[in-house]
């Protein structure tokens, strides 16, 4: 089994995972900057052209919640648990791709990366804007935190590894999340488990 993976913000996650599973894998970096991703035969693992992806024999598996799930799920982790929180792990990980995570990896696109592939400087009013609505999801995720130490019952699940997935670029994104007292004892909790504030292989 490979991952395909780059040193961004997607791959992280499920790099983290593979990791925190001990999942038995070859990482295979690609070289965005040199279009690696960009290639025919890379387009045969992902018609996307994006990384992560997971190939198993025959089978890839492209999408980063997808694959977290699939690595939780060959290993036996409990991460993917297969009892009544599955649903709430699901619920969490679809709001954050539209709310929590969607802001932060505009903020991302915007301060980190744009500036890098020739967008020029972040617009002003867009940051101020996707800011707004980080803040908006962040205080709904703030409120759940007050009386849970996870998003789901009393165990990390892969709904924290993707509500996490933009914070580990929140200085130079300009995300505001330490502004979010339950948030920031969570992803302290976080920035301690197997694998997450060192997703990605040696090279
Ligand atoms: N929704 C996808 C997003 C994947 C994605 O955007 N990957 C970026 C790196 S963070 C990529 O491969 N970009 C290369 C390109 O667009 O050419 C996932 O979660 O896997």
């Known amino acids: 089994m490979q991952l395909y993976y780059s040193e961004t913000l997607s791959p992280r ?13 070859d990482f295979v970096f690609v070289d965005l900057g040199r ?6 035969e890379f387009g045969r693992l992902n018609p996307n052209h994006k990384v992560p992806v997971l190939v198993d024999g025959p089978h890839s598996l492209w999408e980063s919640t997808a694959i977290m799930c699939r690595l939780a799920q060959i290993t036996g982790s409990d991460l993917w648990p297969t009892d009544d929180r599955q649903a709430e792990v699901i619920r969490w990980l679809t709001w954050d791709a539209l709310q929590f995570t969607r802001f932060g990896v505009e903020l991302y696109f915007r301060n980190l990366i744009g500036p890098h592939v020739g967008l020029g400087p972040p617009e ?6 996707a800011q707004t609505g980080f803040r908006k999801s962040a205080a709904i995720l703030d409120a759940h935190l007050a ?4 998003a789901v019952d009393s165990t990390p ?10 914070l580990p670029y929140a200085v130079g994104a300009a995300i505001p999340f330490e502004e ?17 504030l060192e997703p990605f292989p040696k090279r």
């Open 147 to 150: 009386n849970a130490d996870w």
């Open 124 to 129: 002003p009013d867009a940051v101020r804007e």
């Open 13 to 25: 996650k499920a790099c983290a995972v593979a990791h925190n599973v001990n999942a038995e894998l």
């Open 35 to 40: 279009g690696e991703q960009a290639t025919e």
């Open 157 to 166: 699940t892969i709904a924290d590894f993707a509500l996490g997935a933009a």
């Open 180 to 196: 979010f007292p339950n948030i920031s004892h969570w992803y302290a909790r976080l920035c301690a488990l197997r694998g997450w």
